[in-house]
C-alpha cells in the first residue's frame, strides 16, 4: 500500500514536469497568436517588443526610478530629431547661411569707405563695451563649437579620428559648454542693459529698411547709433541668447522640476534655437570683417573714422557732436596717417 503510494506520488510528480516541459516547449510557443511576441525567443527584435509592450522596463536597485525604462516611444522620436531633423535643420541654416554670403560677397563686394579716410576718429565703443562684446562673443564661439559637436561630432569628426581622441575632445568640448555658459549669460545680460536705450526700434529705422540698409547700391540712409540690421542682430542676441541660457541651464540642472518630456522638449528648443543663432552670427561677422570697410575697427580700436561715421551712422554723429558742443569738449581726434 506504502509502496502503491509513492509510486503514484513519483508518477504524478513526472507528469507535472512533462507538463511544465510542454508549456516552455518552442513548439507550444509557436501556437502563440500570430502578432504576440515571445519575450524571450532568441530572433525577437527590439522593435516587436517596442510594437507590443509600448515602453520596455527593467528592474533596478538605484533610487532614481526613471533609469529602469529602457525604451519607449517617445525616445525614439527624439532620437530620430536629434540624428536626423537636427541635423538638417541645422545644416539648411548654416551651409545655406554660408552660401549667400558667398554670392553677396562675390556680387556685391566690400561696402567701400566712399568718401575716402577723414584722418579724424571718433570713440565709438568704449573700454568696457569692447570688454563685455569680446567676452560674449569668445564665449559664444566655444559654445558654437563645442555644441555642434554634440550634434554632428559623431558623424563629421569621428570617422576623421581615433574613438580615443573624439572621445578625448568632446569630454573637454562637453567642459567648455558647461563652464562657458556662464560668462556667456552674464555677457548677454550686460548687452541687454548697455545697449537697450539704442536699440528701441523707430522710424528712423524703417526709412532704413525702405532703403535696404545701403548695402545694395551707393546709397547711405541716415542712422541713430544702431541702424535697423544692428538692431535687428542685438534682439537675436539678447532674445535667442536668454532663450539658449533658460533652455541649457534646463539641460546642466536635469530633473529639477521637469520629467523626460520637459527635457526632450528643452533639448529641441536649444538645439534649434542655437542653428539659427549661428546662422545669425556669421552674418553679423562677415559685415563686421570683410562684408563693410572701416567697421571692425568700431569694436576693435574702439573708434571709427568721420567719414566712416557719416555715412553710416550720420544722426549719430550729428548727436555726438552737439553733446560735444554743450559740453565743450572736442567730439573727434586727428590722428596721424597710418596709425
Ligand atoms: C547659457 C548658455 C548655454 C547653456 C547653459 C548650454 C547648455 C547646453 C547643454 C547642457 C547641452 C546638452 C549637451 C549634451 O547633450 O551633452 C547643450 C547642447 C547644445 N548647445 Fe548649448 N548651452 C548654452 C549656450 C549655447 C550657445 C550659445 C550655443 C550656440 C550658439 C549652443 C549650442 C548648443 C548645441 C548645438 C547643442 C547640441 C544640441 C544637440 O545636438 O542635442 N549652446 N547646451
Redesign the pocket.
Known amino acids: 500500500m506504502t509502496l502503491g503510494l509513492a509510486r503514484l506520488r513519483n508518477l504524478l510528480g513526472m507528469l507535472a514536469v512533462l507538463a511544465l516541459a510542454l508549456y516552455t516547449h518552442p513548439a507550444t510557443a509557436q501556437q502563440r497568436q500570430p502578432n504576440s511576441v515571445n519575450p524571450t525567443a532568441s530572433a525577437v527584435s527590439e522593435d516587436q517588443l517596442l510594437q507590443q509592450l509600448k515602453t520596455i522596463r527593467g528592474l533596478g536597485t538605484i533610487p532614481d526610478t526613471k533609469s529602469y525604462t529602457i525604451e519607449q516611444p517617445a525616445g525614439r522620436d527624439w532620437r530620430e530629431f536629434?540624428e536626423v531633423t537636427?541635423r538638417w535643420i541645422?545644416a539648411v541654416a548654416i551651409l545655406g547661411i554660408l552660401a549667400l554670403i558667398i554670392v553677396f560677397y562675390l556680387t556685391r563686394g566690400m561696402v567701400r569707405l566712399e568718401s575716402g579716410r577723414s584722418g579724424q576718429v571718433i570713440v565709438r565703443f568704449n573700454a568696457a563695451e569692447r570688454f563685455v562684446h569680446w567676452m560674449t562673443a569668445s564665449?559664444?564661439i566655444v559654445?558654437?563649437l563645442?555644441?555642434?559637436n554634440?550634434?554632428f561630432g559623431k558623424k563629421l569628426l569621428l570617422p576623421l579620428m581615433s574613438p580615443e581622441s573624439f572621445t578625448a575632445w568632446s569630454e573637454a568640448a562637453?567642459y567648455a559648454?558647461?563652464y562657458l555658459?556662464?560668462p556667456?549669460?552674464l555677457g548677454?545680460v550686460l548687452i541687454f542693459l548697455m545697449w537697450i536705450a539704442g536699440n528701441l526700434p523707430n522710424r528712423v529705422d524703417v526709412d532704413w529698411l525702405k532703403r535696404g540698409g545701403g548695402m545694395i547700391g551707393h546709397d547711405h540712409p541716415p542712422a541713430e547709433r544702431f541702424n535697423a540690421g544692428q538692431k535687428l542682430i542685438y534682439w537675436i542676441v539678447v532674445l535667442g541668447?536668454g532663450a539658449?541660457?533658460v533652455?541649457?541651464?534646463v539641460?546642466?540642472f536635469p530633473f529639477y522640476g521637469t520629467d523626460i518630456a520637459s527635457m526632450q522638449s528643452a533639448?529641441m528648443v536649444?538645439?534649434i534655437i542655437?542653428?539659427l543663432?549661428?546662422a545669425a552670427?556669421l552674418g553679423h561677422i562677415y559685415i563686421g570683417t570683410i562684408g563693410m570697410e572701416g567697421a571692425f575697427e568700431a569694436m576693435g580700436s574702439g573708434t571709427v573714422d568721420l567719414n566712416w561715421a557719416k555715412e553710416h551712422h550720420s544722426l549719430w554723429l550729428e548727436q555726438e557732436e552737439k553733446r560735444s558742443r554743450e559740453a565743450a569738449v572736442p567730439p573727434h581726434t586727428t590722428v596721424a596717417p597710418g596709425e
Open positions: 536629434h537636427l541645422g564665449c559664444f559654445l558654437a563645442s555644441g555642434l554634440v550634434t562637453k559648454h558647461n555658459s556662464f556667456f549669460t548677454v541668447g539658449l541660457a533652455s541649457g541651464y539641460l546642466i533639448e536649444h538645439a542655437a542653428m543663432f549661428v552670427m
